[in-house]
């Protein structure tokens, strides 16, 4: 009696604690954004005194304020460029879903295609993307198609990676249950393997999509007549460091709304994932 009457009130606290964190984490901190702001505000303070201090000349390191003001005078060019660089990224990293997913799956299914595949894979992700870039403009021309595989390419290891390891480290009471159901593949796979892997697929998605950015940006280096990566070559050639400073920054901005777009489905479609964090 004694040791039941002594756990319960621990155990009506600890209740208590996990609705009190969870409520925490439903209410937005102002830490959470404050924070990274005043991060973002001390680095562009730093770049500004370093500037100032070491007497950098401006066609080196241009200063926030200039990028700021190239960033307002050439905003029409800029965005236009952000667009294009934007919608490569985007039908590649969709394209990188369309094709990485039934990969996994099958990769998950079945072990000899894993041991027949995985090895290649890893091989192909290990080369270079930055080699293969000027082979795929030979191969594709000028167009955005060596954008979009070049995305392509940088994004499918991460999400064949993460599917298939989502997909195969369903628990087992889970698997036990599917059977006791006497659920058949195709359902076990839709109703319990998929659910599962879900968390573990955003990871993936989330870490590809940063790499997308980069993928367009790599291909645009390479042969390019439009976009950001193209910008950069251009103001690198003319020594306009200011407008490279202001394509970058705008890089970064497309990088953070489409890693943030990822986050936001991911709260929609898999909620617990957030609950269980």
């Known amino acids: 009696m004694t040791s039941l009457a002594a756990a319960t009130p621990k155990d009506s606290t600890g209740a208590e604690g996990l609705r009190s964190r969870k409520a925490r984490r439903k209410m937005p901190s102002v830490s959470s954004w ?4 005043l991060g973002v505000a001390l680095s ?4 500004w005194l370093a500037v100032i201090v070491f007497d950098i000349q ?6 926030p304020d200039a990028v700021l003001t190239t960033l307002v005078d050439r905003w029409d060019i ?7 660089t934007a919608w490569e990224t985007i039908q590649g990293f969709a394209l990188a879903i369309a094709l990485g997913i039934p990969f996994a799956i099958l990769l998950a299914s079945s072990r000899i295609f894993e041991q027949m595949v995985y090895p290649l894979l890893i091989t192909v992700n290990s080369l270079p993307k930055v080699a293969i870039a000027p082979i795929l403009v030979v191969w594709m021309g000028f167009g955005q198609g060596p954008k979009i595989v070049m995305v392509l390419l940088l994004c499918f290891f991460p999400i064949v990676l993460s599917t298939a390891s ?3 480290s369903t628990p087992s009471e889970i698997v036990e249950l599917a059977k006791s159901l006497n659920a058949g593949r195709l359902r076990t796979f ?4 998929l659910p599962q892997a879900l968390p573990q697929i955003f990871v993936g ?4 999509i940063s790499l997308a950015v980069i993928g367009a940006v790599i291909a645009e280096f390479v042969g390019a007549d439009a976009g950001l990566g193209f ?4 103001s690198g050639a003319s020594a306009n460091t200011a407008l490279a400073f202001a394509a970058m920054v705008l890089l970064s901005l497309l990088s953070i709304v489409l890693f943030y777009v990822i986050e936001f489905a991911e709260k929609i479609l898999v909620p617990w994932a957030e609950e269980s964090r």
């Open 58 to 63: 401006s066609y080196l390191v241009p200063t």
């Open 78 to 84: 800029l965005l236009d460029q952000t667009w294009v």
């Open 166 to 168: 989502g997909l195969k």
């Open 190 to 193: 839709w109703k319990f393997r």
């Open 34 to 37: 404050t924070l990274p702001l």
């Open 205 to 208: 998605l989330k870490t590809a």
């Open 44 to 47: 562009i303070a730093a770049w």
């Open 231 to 234: 910008i950069i070559v251009q």
